[in-house]
């Protein structure tokens, strides 16, 4: 059988594969959940945690899709996530932000202990920018909503958590895992 465009599809293929990563929780330190979107600018500098307490950062480090499992306290009233990629552009040094997705949330009403937080797994999500693959729970179950991200080869993903509202500092973390 001659080699031509079909062979050079199924190689190109074989190396997109993700390497798998089993269910982990995104850090154990939760992050406070903000009343407004972070602001995210290119740097020069590795983008870090640092003086940013409402976002997780997570190393792809192989990952071509990320799947999302957010909890978030109660208190955070008409919750959000937005995933963030960042790129480092190797002539000029400067790591380049790109939003991946923006997605609202409606949680769960069951409190699950998180670092000892009480938080509320996602139910179901909204998609308000970009692109990602929703699983809503059915009206039945009412858990175990997760999303499919895109890293877009990206090397390093942040998770910002906000709400429209929010009192008593509420808590966010987020559970992950690679296909």
């Not at 600018?41 to 640092?50: D, G, K, L, Q, R």
């Not at 307490?53 to 190393?59: D, G, V, Y």
């Not at 069951?110 to 009480?118: E, K, R, V």
């Not at 709400?163 to 992950?176: E, L």
Request: charged share 10%; glycine share 6%; aromatic share 8%.
């Amino acid at each position: 059988m001659p080699k031509g465009d079909f062979y050079n599809t199924l190689n190109v293929l074989a190396q997109l594969k993700t390497e798998p990563r089993a269910l982990q929780l995104a850090s154990t330190t939760n992050a406070t959940v903000t009343a407004s979107a972070v602001a995210i600018y290119a740097t020069t500098t590795v983008p870090t945690a640092s003086g940013r307490t409402a976002s997780h950062w997570i190393r792809t480090e192989g990952m071509t899709y990320m799947k999302i499992m957010p909890f978030i306290a109660s208190t955070a009233t008409s919750p959000a996530i937005r995933i963030i990629g960042w790129d480092q552009h190797t002539s000029s040094g400067l790591y380049v932000p790109q939003i991946l997705c923006d997605l609202s949330i409606t949680l769960t009403a069951n409190d699950n202990t998180i670092n000892s937080a009480s938080l509320r797994q996602a139910r179901s999500f909204t998609k308000n920018n970009g692109d990602a693959k929703l699983f809503n729970s059915d009206a039945t179950h009412l858990s175990g909503a997760f999303a499919l991200i895109d890293t877009c080869g990206c090397g390093l993903i942040e998770i910002h958590y906000r709400a429209a509202s929010v009192s008593s500092s509420p808590a966010a973390n987020m559970f992950y895992s690679s296909l």
